[in-house]
């Protein structure tokens, strides 16, 4: 199953595009964003964002680990810049 939420895309909407094919997916989602909200996506933008969903896949917890890691990252990098700071 292909799913397009709306939401996820920087709407305030419940709306869900669903099916079992990429193109009926990407029918419904740009009729709806057309139609309620006045925005025109292109096939190509909406299959690049499909596409992009398949490969990450990624669900709000995942994005959250994912932020916590990279600013855990970012943190120890900036510990050991300020270590060799005061070692040189
Ligand atoms: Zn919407």
Same mark, same amino acid.
């Given at each position: ?9 920087? +709407? ?8 079992? #094919?990429?193109?009926?997916?990407? /029918?419904? !989602? ?17 299959? +690049? ?8 896949? #990624?669900?709000?917890?995942?994005? /959250?680990? !994912? ?6 990252e970012?943190n120890r990098l900036?510990k ?9």
């Amino acid at each position: 199953m292909i799913k397009l939420v709306c939401r996820d895309y920087g +709407f305030e909407c419940d709306f869900v595009a669903e099916g079992t #094919m990429v193109s009926e997916v990407m /029918e419904l !989602f740009a009729k709806h964003t057309s139609e309620e909200h006045g925005i025109r996506h292109s096939k190509d933008k909406i299959q +690049f964002m499909l596409r992009n969903r398949s490969k990450n896949n #990624m669900s709000k917890n995942d994005v /959250e680990n !994912f932020v916590n890691k990279a600013n855990a990252e970012r943190n120890r990098l900036e510990k050991w810049k300020i270590g060799r700071g005061n070692f040189p």
